[in-house]
């Protein structure tokens, strides 16, 4: 079985041999991984909301990882800069600067937003700049026959919106309903919608859409405040996709709790949920299976905040297995860590988390 296929079977509820597999990792790890398998660790690829999910393609599918993810990229003339001062500019105008880990948020271009003028005034990137779809369409060409490929599209309203203007202002602006929220989330949504249709259009198998909404213990905004905002936005983002291509699957990501949502995005015609946060409250996946494992498809569930780290390598085939035997049953499940692996995590982990996956050592 293809890798390609084995995507296929599980997310139309088919079983496959074994769940397929999908893995992304922070920077720090390219080199370590990559020297331990004999490899070269090429650098991140210039996307400004999907770096991490892109970039080294071939070392993950040499550990082996199912599939490949694709995205819009900075295009030809808008690449992210780095300031004299040492701060980096991407092409939405949003400033971060690298603390070891890290990139914090420093700049927020329409901090000084109060109307809808302003908001209408800004320049925000076009969807359709030349270059943007390059990387995505030659991983696609190379990849697209034998692996599944995902468009990543995360950040989709609510991240990338309050990465323009500050969290703060952000949720001020929706509690006190100012209308340059609207104007904002409409903006921020037509062109993720665009930039998703056109990974459809490219061959896309999935469609990965996202925000964090979910805290550890519980989410970060009412059900009432999703529907005023978001369920809208997002009904009307996964009716373009299903246009474009009726067989696309669209996930959707949030970290934390998300259970009083996750109906909701069944009603706007969700496919897959991601990332199953184990220690999230709330996020049993036996629970999750059995309460909508007939609607849903699952990707993700382990965990990335004490096992992959802190727990031995038997420890993490036993949690992989466990995981494998409760959402892969009948298919629906893309085995996934629930975010990027990060820098805690030693290579002899992850090389344990890919061979419970797939069965063999990399």
Same mark, same amino acid.
């Given at each position: 079985?293809?890798?390609?296929?084995?995507?296929?079977?599980?997310?139309?509820?088919?079983?496959?041999?074994?769940?397929?597999?999908?893995?992304?990792?922070? +920077?720090?790890?390219?080199?370590?991984?990559?020297? #331990?398998?004999?490899?070269?660790?090429?650098?991140?690829?210039?996307?400004?909301?999907?770096?991490?999910?892109?970039?080294?393609?071939?070392?993950?599918?040499?550990?082996?990882?199912?599939?490949?993810?694709?995205?819009?990229?900075? +295009?030809?003339?808008? +690449?992210?800069?780095?300031?004299?001062?040492?701060?980096?500019?991407?092409?939405?105008?949003?400033?971060?600067?690298?603390?070891?880990?890290?990139?914090?948020?420093?700049?927020?271009?329409?901090?000084?937003?109060?109307?809808?003028?302003?908001?209408?005034?800004?320049?925000?990137?076009?969807?359709?700049?030349?270059?943007? %779809?390059?990387?995505?369409?030659?991983?696609?060409?190379?990849?697209?026959?034998?692996?599944?490929?995902?468009?990543?599209?995360?950040?989709?309203? %609510?991240?990338?919106?309050?990465?323009?203007?500050?969290?703060?202002?952000?949720?001020?602006?929706?509690?006190?309903?100012?209308?340059?929220?609207?104007?904002?989330?409409?903006?921020?949504?037509?062109?993720?919608?665009?930039?998703?249709?056109?990974?459809?259009?490219?061959?896309?198998?999935?469609?990965?859409?996202?925000?964090? @909404?979910?805290?550890?213990?519980?989410?970060?905004?009412?059900?009432?405040?999703?529907?005023?905002?978001? %369920?809208?936005? &997002?009904?009307?983002?996964?009716?373009?996709?299903?246009?474009?291509?009726?067989?696309?699957? @669209?996930?959707?990501?949030?970290?934390?709790?998300?259970? +009083?949502?996750?109906? #909701?995005?069944?009603?706007?015609?969700?496919?897959?949920?991601?990332?199953?946060?184990?220690?999230?409250?709330?996020?049993?996946?036996?629970?999750?299976?059995?309460?909508?494992?007939?609607?849903?498809?699952? %990707?993700?569930? @382990?965990?990335?905040?004490?096992?992959?780290?802190?727990?031995?390598?038997?420890?993490?085939?036993?949690?992989?297995?466990?995981?494998?035997? &409760?959402?892969?049953?009948?298919?629906?499940? &893309?085995?996934?860590?629930?975010?990027?692996?990060?820098?805690?995590?030693?290579?002899?982990? &992850?090389?344990?988390?890919?061979?419970?996956?797939?069965?063999?050592?990399?």
């Amino acid at each position: 079985m293809t890798s390609k296929q084995r995507l296929l079977d599980a997310i139309n509820f088919r079983q496959p041999d074994r769940p397929p597999v999908y893995c992304s990792i922070v +920077p720090q790890l390219a080199g370590p991984i990559a020297d #331990r398998l004999g490899m070269t660790a090429e650098a991140p690829i210039d996307s400004p909301m999907s770096s991490n999910r892109i970039s080294w393609m071939d070392l993950m599918l040499r550990l082996g990882s199912d599939c490949v993810c694709v995205a819009s990229c900075a +295009p030809d003339n808008a +690449p992210t800069r780095t300031l004299e001062n040492g701060l980096m500019v991407n092409e939405w105008g949003i400033g971060m600067r690298n603390h070891g880990l890290y990139d914090d948020f420093e700049l927020h271009p329409l901090a000084h937003a109060e109307s809808v003028s302003d908001i209408e005034a800004y320049a925000f990137p076009d969807p359709d700049a030349p270059g943007r %779809f390059r990387r995505a369409q030659e991983s696609i060409d190379k990849y697209g026959r034998d692996y599944g490929i995902i468009g990543d599209l995360e950040c989709s309203i %609510f991240e990338t919106s309050w990465y323009l203007v500050g969290l703060e202002k952000l949720f001020m602006g929706m509690a006190m309903e100012e209308p340059w929220v609207d104007a904002l989330f409409d903006k921020v949504a037509d062109f993720h919608t665009r930039a998703g249709c056109r990974l459809a259009a490219m061959g896309a198998d999935v469609i990965w859409c996202g925000d964090d @909404i979910g805290s550890q213990n519980g989410p970060m905004i009412s059900v009432d405040m999703f529907d005023r905002y978001f %369920f809208p936005r &997002i009904s009307r983002m996964f009716a373009a996709f299903k246009k474009v291509n009726p067989q696309v699957k @669209i996930a959707w990501h949030s970290c934390g709790s998300i259970l +009083p949502f996750i109906p #909701r995005f069944i009603d706007a015609g969700l496919d897959i949920l991601n990332p199953i946060q184990p220690l999230a409250a709330g996020m049993d996946p036996a629970w999750l299976k059995a309460t909508y494992g007939d609607r849903l498809a699952f %990707f993700g569930g @382990i965990c990335v905040q004490e096992l992959l780290p802190h727990g031995t390598t038997e420890q993490i085939r036993q949690e992989v297995r466990r995981r494998v035997s &409760i959402l892969g049953k009948g298919g629906g499940y &893309i085995l996934a860590p629930a975010h990027n692996i990060q820098a805690d995590t030693s290579v002899d982990n &992850i090389l344990a988390f890919f061979e419970a996956a797939t069965g063999s050592r990399p």
